[in-house]
Nanobody
Framework: QVQLVESGGGSVQAGGSLRLSCAAS????????MAWFRQAPGKEREGVAT????????VYANSVKGRFTISHDYPKNTLYLQMNNLNPEDTAMYYC???????????????????RGQGTQVTVSS
């Protein structure tokens, strides 16, 4: 079993930046798809960014395209989400997820991932 632990959340003002991290408890060569999700109060959990780790190809939700960047550091077994030019609509709990089977796309839903973290809170004030 692999545990995913998110960190890096916090409170920032609009226009600011944060970098989220998602550390895996151990290296698993079979993980090939990783993603970030977020859930704001009263809203459904939505995919933010998805990364096909063998090639580094990433897809983003339209709402974050051009502002967020997903990346992965193999030696550190860590997934990142660099978030720039944050706005209050980005306020949410952010979660990471990893998959060892199935397709890797932006439409893959949260329950379909094999490993899922507990989340880190991001709050953006105007």
């Amino acid at each position: 079993q692999v545990q995913l632990v998110e960190s890096g959340g916090g409170s920032v003002q609009a226009g600011g930046s944060l970098r989220l991290s998602c550390a895996a408890s151990r290296y698993t060569y079979s993980i090939y798809c990783m993603a970030w999700f977020r859930q704001a109060p009263g809203k459904e959990r939505e995919g933010v960014a998805t990364l096909y780790t063998p090639s580094g190809v990433a897809v983003y939700a339209n709402s974050v395209k051009g502002r967020f960047t997903i990346s992965h550091d193999y030696p550190k077994n860590t997934l990142y989400l660099q978030m720039n030019n944050l706005n209050p609509e980005d306020t949410a709990m952010y979660y990471c997820a990893a998959a060892i089977a199935g397709s890797c796309s932006g439409s893959r839903r949260w329950p379909e991932y094999d490993y899922r973290g507990q989340g880190t809170q991001v709050t953006v004030s105007s």
